[in-house]
């Protein structure tokens, strides 16, 4: 029974370097390992030798050697059959060359390491192999065992048969430990550390280990799973590699080992590992592949390390900022690129010094607050501070300090990164100064206020000697308007000097040296007389114009960099700014001057249009609305006047509109809300527009579902809206059709829909129907035009909307009606409406008995209404006695007594307000003005002056009876 133990024996590592204190460092690294056994060789000849003599489980070759570089020696020694496999780790410092890698590679090498060689990577690459080498042989000692079992198995076999019953038992017995013997090897196999499997001749798994189950990440079924138990595979730059090309294939396929072939395995949850495979061929007795063992080495840890060290260090050195490595007594051990640029010191200069030497000798005792800190583990970040450079400099740094530890956690240094802020520091100090500039332009009272601050920001940015602002006058010639270390003879002398031509556009004009300029020599002689040795001109211009300029005066020749005058043109820019704003200023004065009186002129204009217009229509329906009430004339003549009546009243409806959309487009609406009815504001409305529903015999369906109808709202105002929407309903329905008015609540609010079977609008009527002005084609269908002007809807809309409302309009085309949805939002359900308003008397309400004492001072200087309204006020039983103008009122309260006066407002020689204050307080009068000045402040003006009522021409004698009833129960009392 033969039983696989692994070797005990040391294995041997060839060191080749033609430089004996080379192979003392390699020697240094390894000799701690356990079971090592270093041969030193100095040249290839050596080398060679040594292969000769001994079996190695890798070799150390440096490449650069004297006689035959360590690249031809490796391919001398792999032609060698029983080196063939052995691996090659290459040393170099010099070819790191794409090309030199590859040649290496093609040379047998299995990896590469850099000088100076990093002590754990070696050791970790050394001590793969020398595993992988025993494993190798445990593995050879084994197959070799079986082999002699079976030949052992044959002979007992051949034994057998010659005697068959006398050795059967002992045949038994042997078979029994033969199959022990192979699952001792499997259990080895199981337990090994690293990944590993075999398959038989034909690539299928035959048996795997369970580091093999993780190193995959799944447990492939043996006799199936073929070559390999992974995923997927790929080559290192990602192309993918079929199984049947894998290294465990290719070297059952070819009987050739192939090793050191690096394999990127993909797991099925898609995690990715790098491997290098070390197949192994299985024979017989005789030679014959029987299959194939194959180690997996996980080296994607290994490869990750790599990778990060060299990103880091390329980005360490190919850093911006200063990257400096310390000991914890500040000895610097480390100097990148970035602390060269900053510092000026090259690294040679700075290794093995004190981080001192950069260090103010005003600010030395912050190093020893900051390793302090370092000491006891904590990170120092954003550290501003002041640092000298090697030309004795100072500049602004940020520093952020972290300690470095050991692997056991100690520190024993620190990292620190420092950035070179000198440029952000002025440049924070330059905005700080132009946003300060910018705050004290926009809160000055005066331009002039602005030129001696702007001239310190000047002078504080640029770090001028000396600075000046000019100025062009009216005559195009720069004036000094504030300037700093001139004398007077010089201002005097350069004043109205341009360096720039007329017409073009101009650009600053920096000037290093005096003594170098092209100047005229005058000019030239008062510029170094004054001291001054260099200057700059910034051009002050706004859209192209030329306002002035910006002088920066220098002491001494000053070089200027590109960007050094930006702050200047900045400030130059508010200037600009600021004058343009202080001219578009005076100009917006002088506008909004002539707006206000273009607006009083536009209200004046209105409120005679509103009045001229309203007188001579005032007589008219004074007569017909009193005729058609008349029961004395014949019902024919009654309708007559009741359609002048109609008549006159739209037309006082149309000037209404007008000024209501003037007022509102103005804002100078005034809503008197309150908590109302809503129910009983829509039934108002709809009781004013039943007459014209009657005579189209249109059919009413009051659908009124809503919960809760209480709002706060100008009821008048609300009055209007629906009045409005019904109104257009029943134009634009025809004779026998329906508009229905429906209500219903949710969500805290209430919405009204007035829908109508009318002619319906298109789309394009739709998208401009609250438009003023606006009456789409729906205004004339088939010949038919329904008037109007186009105001209501757009004013009903404006009153909504002043109500937190809004108006939607729909229609699904001509001929399918319209329909109109007034949304409002509900008051509190807490909140109940007031009291209603005093009711209007009906319009057929005859005079009270108190109209026969009531004595009445009429002052209208319109004849026709005068003669009208006396005729009607005589002919209701009142005393009357009639005015054309306040001195003919003064004259006739002087000589006789009266308890009420009714006056028009525009007078020929004065006004009703006037007149009813003054009769108001003297005779104790109370009054009606009766007007055709129709506007919120003309009604608040009729208040104040006393009046009881306002009432707008043209009025309804109906109106003014109700007016002189209120007035007549007030006497009363």
Known sequence: ?????????????????????????????????????????????????????????????????????????????????????????????????????????????????????????????????????????????????????????????????????????????RTA?????????????????????????????????????????????????????????????????????????????????????????????????????????????????????????????????????????????????AIIGKDTNGIINSWNQGAERIFGYKPAEMIGKSVTVLIPVS???????????IRHGEQVKHFETVRQRKDGSLIDVSLTISPIKDSNGKIIGASKIARNITDRKRGERQQRMLFELVATINAAPAVEKIFDIALEAIVQCQNADRAAILLSDADGIMRFKSSRGISEDYRRAVEGHSPWKAGEFPQPVMITDIARADFDNTLKQTIEKEGIRSLAFIPVTYENRLLGKFMLYFNEPHPF?????????????????????????????????????????????????????RTPLNPVLLLASDAMTNRDLPPRVRTDFNTIRKNIEMEARLIDD????????????????KLINLRATLQDAIAQVREELSQKQINLDLRLKAARHTVFADAVRLQQIFWNLLKNSVKFTPNGGQITVETFSRENKIFIKISDTGIGMTPDELSGIFTAFSQGEHAAVNGHRFGGLGLGLSISQKLTELHSGKIIAASEGRDHGSAFTVELPLAAATETPGDPATPVPPENATPGVAAKSIRILLVEDHE?????????????????????????????????SFDLLITDIGLPDGNGYDLMNELGKKNQLRGIALTGYGMEHDVARSENAGFDAHLTKPVRIQSLEAALDLTAKQLQV
């Open 177 to 321: 430990e033969l199959a022990l013997s192979e699952e001792r090897y499997r259990q080895v196999v199981r337990n090994l550390p690293v990944a590993i499997y075999t398959t038989d001749a034909q690539g299928y798994l035959t048996l795997y280990n369970e580091a093999a189950v993780e190193l995959w990440g799944c447990r492939p079924e043996t006799g199936k799973a073929v070559w390999c138990g992974t995923y997927k595979a790929y080559a290192p730059d990602g192309t993918p590699v079929p199984m049947s090309e894998s290294p465990m294939a290719v070297t059952l396929k070819t009987g050739e080992p192939v090793t050191g072939q690096e394999l990127v395995i993909e797991r099925p949850n898609g995690e990715r590992r790098n491997v290098l495979p070390y197949p192994t061929l299985i024979r017989d007795a005789s030679g014959k592949i029987t299959g194939a063992v194959n180690l997996l080495l996980d080296i994607t840890d290994r490869n990750l390390a790599q990778l990060v060290t060299q990103r880091f260090a390329a980005i360490v050195e190919s850093s911006d900022d």
């Open 561 to 613: 960099a590109p960007d050094e005058l930006r702050p200047a043109q900045t400030i130059a820019w508010q200037i600009a700014l600021a004058l343009e704003r202080e001219q578009v200023m005076q100009q917006l004065k002088r506008a909004h001057s002539e707006l206000l009186t273009a607006s009083r002129a536009k209200d004046d204009f209105l409120a005679t249009l509103s009045h001229e217009l």
């Open 363 to 373: 600010l030395l005792t912050e190093e020893a607050e900051i390793l302090g800190r």
């Open 658 to 673: 007008l000024l209501d959309l003037t007022r509102i487009t103005r804002g100078k609406i005034i809503l008197e809300k």
């Open 1 to 173: 029974m033969v039983e696989l133990k692994p070797a005990l024996e040391p294995v041997n590592v060839l060191l080749v370097d033609d430089e004996r204190r080379n192979l003392d460092a390699l020697e240094s690294i390894l000799d701690r390992m356990p079971g090592l056994c270093l041969v030193r060789a100095l040249n290839a000849e050596e080398a060679l030798l040594a292969l000769l003599n001994k079996e190695f489980a890798c070799i150390v070759l440096d490449i650069q050697m004297p006689d035959m570089s360590g690249i031809e020696l490796a391919r001398q020694i792999k032609t060698r059959k029983r080196n063939q496999h052995t691996p090659i780790i290459f040393l170099t410092a010099f070819f790191l060359d794409e090309k030199d890698i590859i040649q290496g590679y093609g040379a047998g090498a299995v990896d590469y390491l850099t000088k100076p060689i990093n002590p754990e990577i070696l050791k970790s690459k050394v001590s793969a192999f020398v595993d992988l080498f025993r494993i190798t042989r445990a593995l050879g000692a084994a197959n070799q065992a079986l082999e002699t079992e079976i030949n052992h198995r044959k002979s007992a076999e051949e034994a057998l048969r010659q005697a068959n019953n006398e050795l059967e038992l002992r045949v038994q017995e």
């Open 864 to 896: 026709p209404t005068r003669t009208t309204l006396a005729n009607l006020l005589v002919r209701r039983r009142y005393e009357v006695a009639a005015a054309a103008t306040v001195a003919e009122a003064r004259a006739l309260a002087g000589s006789r």
